[in-house]
Each structure stands twice: as structure tokens, then as C-alpha cells.
């Protein structure tokens, strides 16, 4: 018999899962797309598609030669296009939107989508976007913010992608209770799923868990290499994160790009998640070694596409 | 005696030579500057600086190590606060504002500067600027044209840029009579010699000899090569435009950047101005070759600096 599931005390707030078994007990994301209720289910995701020419050509790379099973975009981006034309042509590829809030590089930018006099508290003195996610939460309203994403979307949709989950480039999107049912509300507007990243509640210093209700898709945990991680090296964390994955809906978050010249130049004067650290992300995930590991580890590699197409339409 | 120069006839109309020398003649634009009659001045100038990483390191090494003498920067592009650090940093490098009214690429774009609701005649049904001179021409609404590249001419200015010139990307700026009347209008409240392109007239169905007054500077030849000139060879044309070169003030257009991965994606689906050609640019520009051609024809390389400090400013 399926049930609405009725939250009884706060730590089912944490929960989004809606439904209950035969037997009585919630079923797990597992079970609700299909799959026994142990198994290993991994998004392996990659960030930034549409930053550069760099970060589009490394993430069809890593989706098409290796195990990268699904991939964000960001629209502001100057070879938006570019990946937008991919994504028409490559209708069956897994492409969401990484609905983007920040600029942070250096030497390269961009601005809203909107007119930018109709979202100014979302730029900085030169009319860009922010540079930190910092900077970007001293002053958004929200109402700048939902008119931003919007724009985003409709973009995108002008541009013929159907995207096949939502979440936030430098977590700015999830950065405040406000933001965050913002983004969610949109998702369930456009039903689309939205991945939300619980680890960033601690930083942004609310609890997530209270805007995500049974409609929404509740990730189990969301991992992404942090600066120490790097300089310990990204081959040892990620066998290490592979190795010890939990049976539950589990995303891995990476950025794809080549070590060249436009993507030292984008990163420039910064380490973590520079050039170099993109072109390793690029070399694991494409790697024989990564695929056994999986196939070792009995991990089944799924999308976006398929939560969204099982659960959420 | 120096005398303010007055208008007799409509061929004169072309004429920006506004001074007359001791015998009574109209001084030269050479010898406004101090240079003989005969002298033949060039400016070896590189256009489109800000539209990629690629064309931004082209250029400055074209200038630095090569003969380029000048070089224009647009502002709208997303390396413009690249070759803006670089200019604030170099502040002897004669770089200008190309004032950019398209956005030509196929899958790598860019907007107004201005907010988009208040330019919006300028606008492609996407958003972005649009991807030819025709299609702007069609619908640009002359108010719009001048919001747009004094939002231009502002933005460089906030980025700590003292531009040594205007010129216009594709021509835009200068296709009609009223905007080319804007931007010579623009030039003169900045003080700044606006390099207009008089062979561009036939183009464009008007006469731009009609707008250029005594106050501005009328470059007495534009060379660039086209795609049938391409074709025959660049090294050919060069060699051969250096060597007809006649006394006056003569401007060389060229494009510098690298025949590399991100510079082919940009100009993605071109020939014409495309990688190859703009690498080809940089090796003529930079050749012994042609250091030696300059020096054997007597050939005085300027900069747009000299003109405006020592005729305009």
C-alpha cells in the first residue's frame, strides 16, 4: 500500500523519502527508483560546462570516453552556446543547469542574464557578477535572485535544452533559507530535480533539511574533493570515496577542463580547482582503474535524467 | 602665419588638413605631426583585443616583439578585463577602444554593456548583440547606438584605460550617417582621433568625407586585407601594400591571435578571419622579413598615441 508519508519529528524533516513499502516501512531512493534497497547508486557529475571552450571540450570527453554519467550548465557563460548546441544535438546526453550567481575568476567575467539594472544587487561596482559567494550574500535581494534564475532557465530553454536537474555553481543559490526555496520552488515549477548538497547547511549555518519536503529529492550525500583533498591527492580521495560508498543516492561533484593555455588563463592565480586539478578530475574519471574500481566496488552509475524521468515527472 | 582653415568646396569637404604653412598651403597631416612632406607614417594596428585569451597574448606579443604599433580593445568581450590589467599595467601601450555594436561567433557570444532593456534595438532575439552589420544596421535605433558606446567608453574608463583612439568592430559604428556622426561626436567630447575608414564609404552608400570636419583625423588610406587577398597569400599583400605604400598618414588593420584550440572554437565555421589567417598575422608582423621591408621603404611607424597628443589633445 503507498502512503503520503506524514513527517512526525525533526530528523524526518531531514528525509525526503515519500513513500512506504508493503510493509510499512518508508522506502528508500534506491527502492523508489527500482533498484534493492542496498544498492550503491552514484551521479557522477560534472560542474561549469560553459565556462570555456576548455571545460566543454574535457566534460563531453569525460560523459562520452569515460564514466561521467551526468553534467551541469552555466548559462551566463560566453560558450554557453557552444554546450547548448551540444545538447540539442545530444539529446540523450545528461545535462542539467548549474544556475550560476557568482563570477569568479580574475581576468574573465560575465554578467546576469536579466538586464543587469533590473537585478543590481547582484553585481559588483563593474556591473559583473559577484566574484565569492561571499560578496554575493551581503547584498542579493531575493527577488533579484529569482529573476536571475528565471532568466537562466528560459534561456536555456530558448536554446532547446530540457534540463534534467537544477543545482547551484559556487553553492550561492543554496546560500540562505530564501535562496534556497527560491531554487526549490523553481525546480518544482519546471519538475526538475534540484541537488541541493546537504554538507553546505554547516557552512551556510541553517538547516537545509527544513526547506526540503517530499516533493523535492533529498540526496544522500554529495562529495566533492575540498583544497586539502587536492593536495593530498585527487586519485587517492576519490578511490577512497568510491571504495567507502554507502548504499543510498550518493553524487560525486568534479570539474572537467584541459590544463591549457584558455584554461590556466581563466584560472589564473588560483590552485584549487585550477586548470591542473581539472585536467586530474578529466584523467581519473576517463581512466580504466576508476572503471574497475566501480565495477569492483559493485556501484551503479545512474543520471540526473533518470530521477527525474522515475520520481519527479 | 597659421590660419583656421575654411571650407570652399565639396572636395574639400574631404579634407581634415586644417592648418595652412608659412607659403600658404594646406599643411600635411605629416607635417602637422613634424614630419616631412613626404614622409610615409603607418600605424600597424591590431584589432579585436579582449575577444579571447588567444587574441589578447597574440596581440601583445605582436606589439612588444613585433612591428604592431597600436592596437584597439571591446570592451563587451569577456578577456576585456584581461587586456584591461595588461593596459593599466603597460600604460604606454598604444591601445584604443574598437567599439563593438555585433557579437560574430557562432558559439561564443556576448551582450551590450548597457543594460539590455535600454539597448534593446541592439539586441538578437537571444540577448546578445547582433552576429552581423547587416542585421544590426536593420534595426539599431541611433539613441540606442550612443547609450551603448558611451557605456563602453565609461566601462574602459573605470577599468583605468586612457584610450589613444576609437575605431569601430565591422564597421558598425561608422554605417550610417548618424552613427558614424555619434561616434565622431563621441571622439571629439573624449578627445580622442576617432579612425573612421573612408573605403568603407562605397560600402555603406554615403559619403563619410561629409562628416569629417577639421576637428577630427582623416587617415589618408586603410589597408586590410579581404578574403580574396587571403587566398593569394597575406605574405604576398603585405609585402606588396608595404612597398606601394604612398606619403601620408596610412593605417594597416590586422588581426593577431593564435592558431590554437580555443581561437579555432571561437571562429568555429569561418575562414575568413579565422585562426589560421590571425596566425598568419602574427608571423608576417612579427618577421624579420618585414622589419626589414618597413626600414628599406623609409617607412615611420606611428601610434595613434602621437596623433592625439600631438594633434587633438
Given at each position: 500500500?503507498?502512503?503520503?508519508?506524514?513527517?512526525?519529528?525533526?530528523?524526518?524533516?531531514?528525509?525526503?523519502?515519500?513513500?512506504?513499502?508493503?510493509?510499512?516501512?518508508?522506502?528508500?531512493?534506491?527502492?523508489?527508483?527500482?533498484?534493492?534497497k542496498k544498492t550503491k547508486l552514484l551521479i557522477i557529475h560534472a560542474d561549469?560546462?560553459?565556462?570555456?571552450?576548455?571545460?566543454?571540450?574535457?566534460?563531453?570527453?569525460?560523459?562520452?570516453?569515460?564514466?561521467?554519467?551526468?553534467?551541469?550548465?552555466?548559462?551566463?557563460?560566453?560558450?554557453?552556446?557552444?554546450?547548448?548546441?551540444?545538447?540539442?544535438?545530444?539529446?540523450?546526453?545528461?545535462?542539467?543547469?548549474?544556475?550560476?550567481?557568482?563570477?569568479?575568476?580574475?581576468?574573465?567575467?560575465?554578467?546576469?542574464?536579466?538586464?543587469?539594472?533590473?537585478?543590481?544587487?547582484?553585481?559588483?561596482?563593474?556591473?559583473?557578477?559577484?566574484?565569492?559567494?561571499?560578496?554575493?550574500?551581503?547584498?542579493?535581494?531575493?527577488?533579484?535572485?529569482?529573476?536571475?534564475?528565471?532568466?537562466?532557465?528560459?534561456?536555456?530553454?530558448?536554446?532547446?535544452?530540457?534540463?534534467?536537474?537544477?543545482?547551484?555553481?559556487?553553492?550561492?543559490?543554496?546560500?540562505?533559507?530564501?535562496?534556497?526555496?527560491?531554487?526549490?520552488?523553481?525546480?518544482?515549477?519546471?519538475?526538475?530535480?534540484?541537488?541541493?548538497?546537504?554538507?553546505?547547511?554547516?557552512?551556510?549555518?541553517?538547516?537545509?533539511?527544513?526547506?526540503?519536503?517530499?516533493?523535492?529529492?533529498?540526496?544522500?550525500?554529495?562529495?566533492?574533493?575540498?583544497?586539502?583533498?587536492?593536495?593530498?591527492?585527487?586519485?587517492?580521495?576519490?578511490?577512497?570515496?568510491?571504495?567507502?560508498?554507502?548504499?543510498?543516492?550518493?553524487?560525486?561533484?568534479?570539474?572537467?577542463?584541459?590544463?591549457?593555455?584558455?584554461?590556466?588563463?581563466?584560472?589564473?592565480?588560483?590552485?584549487?580547482?585550477?586548470?591542473?586539478?581539472?585536467?586530474?578530475?578529466?584523467?581519473?574519471?576517463?581512466?580504466?582503474?576508476?572503471?574497475?574500481?566501480?565495477?569492483?566496488?559493485?556501484?551503479k552509475v545512474i543520471t540526473w535524467r533518470e530521477v527525474?524521468?522515475?520520481?519527479?515527472?
Amino acid at each position: 500500500m503507498i502512503q503520503i508519508f506524514t513527517m512526525k519529528n525533526c530528523i524526518l524533516l531531514f528525509l525526503l523519502i515519500s513513500f512506504t513499502n508493503a510493509s510499512g516501512q518508508q522506502k528508500t531512493i534506491q527502492e523508489r527508483l527500482g533498484y534493492p534497497k542496498k544498492t550503491k547508486l552514484l551521479i557522477i557529475h560534472a560542474d561549469d560546462l560553459g565556462v570555456s571552450h576548455s571545460e566543454n571540450m574535457a566534460s563531453i570527453h569525460a560523459m562520452e570516453k569515460g564514466v561521467v554519467s551526468s553534467a551541469s550548465i552555466m548559462v551566463p557563460c560566453p560558450w554557453f552556446p557552444e554546450i547548448a548546441a551540444y545538447a540539442k544535438s545530444h539529446p540523450d546526453a545528461d545535462l542539467g543547469l548549474h544556475l550560476t550567481l557568482t563570477s569568479e575568476w580574475k581576468l574573465y567575467k560575465w554578467g546576469p542574464v536579466t538586464p543587469h539594472d533590473k537585478v543590481s544587487s547582484l553585481l559588483d561596482e563593474r556591473g559583473y557578477l559577484n566574484e565569492t559567494t561571499g560578496a554575493f550574500l551581503k547584498k542579493a535581494k531575493p527577488e533579484d535572485v529569482e529573476k536571475e534564475l528565471r532568466s537562466q532557465i528560459e534561456r536555456a530553454k530558448q536554446f532547446g535544452i530540457d534540463p534534467t536537474h537544477f543545482d547551484g555553481h559556487m553553492a550561492a543559490p543554496i546560500s540562505s533559507p530564501d535562496f534556497l526555496q527560491i531554487l526549490l520552488k523553481l525546480g518544482r515549477e519546471y519538475k526538475v530535480p534540484v541537488h541541493v548538497g546537504k554538507q553546505f547547511s554547516q557552512l551556510f549555518g541553517f538547516d537545509f533539511g527544513k526547506y526540503i519536503t517530499e516533493k523535492d529529492i533529498d540526496v544522500d550525500r554529495t562529495i566533492m574533493a575540498s583544497g586539502a583533498d587536492y593536495k593530498r591527492g585527487l586519485d587517492n580521495f576519490y578511490t577512497e570515496q568510491i571504495k567507502s560508498l554507502q548504499p543510498g543516492l550518493n553524487v560525486l561533484l568534479l570539474h572537467a577542463a584541459y590544463d591549457n593555455e584558455e584554461m590556466q588563463a581563466v584560472t589564473v592565480q588560483y590552485v584549487d580547482f585550477g586548470a591542473t586539478w581539472r585536467q586530474h578530475d578529466v584523467n581519473f574519471f576517463t581512466s580504466e582503474k576508476c572503471k574497475k574500481l566501480l565495477a569492483d566496488e559493485k556501484i551503479k552509475v545512474i543520471t540526473w535524467r533518470e530521477v527525474r524521468d522515475k520520481i519527479i515527472r
